[in-house]
């Protein structure tokens, strides 16, 4: 039986909801930087140190970091759960699909607790 990506008892709605609202804060985060570099004349780090020291910004990278996270968990289990399947590969299918996944959910929370570190740490 398969399940949704979030898999709490929830059903493919909530993933398909969580996905688009989490492209909706990507497509924003996109359009704020390349607005800002179009706008800003001169990028130095006074200015990038400027930026990122105010409240908005920190909370609006880590909601993008944590969107980048949730898309990409719900994309890639919709890919491996229709192509690794044991009826295509056998046993080798169910193998590999938690291999990527593990993979993926390990690289996905070292890139997380990188960035909060990165954004919240001690100046």
Not at 4 to 15: K, L
Request: proline residues 1%.
């Amino acid at each position: 039986m398969v399940t949704t990506a979030t898999s709490f008892g929830r059903n493919g709605v909530a993933d398909w909801i969580i996905q688009r609202f989490t492209a909706l804060v990507l497509a924003s985060y996109t359009l704020f930087w390349v607005a800002f570099f179009f706008i800003t004349p001169e990028i130095n780090y006074t200015i990038w140190q400027e930026l990122f020291s105010q409240l908005w910004m920190r909370i609006f990278t880590l909601l993008a970091l944590l969107s980048i996270a949730a898309h990409g968990w719900i994309g890639l289990w919709g890919v491996v759960t229709d192509y690794l399947t044991t009826r295509m590969m056998g046993s080798t299918g169910l193998v590999l699909r938690m291999l990527v996944l593990g993979i993926y959910a390990i690289v996905t929370i070292a890139y997380l607790v990188w960035g909060i570190e990165i954004l919240w740490g001690a100046k």
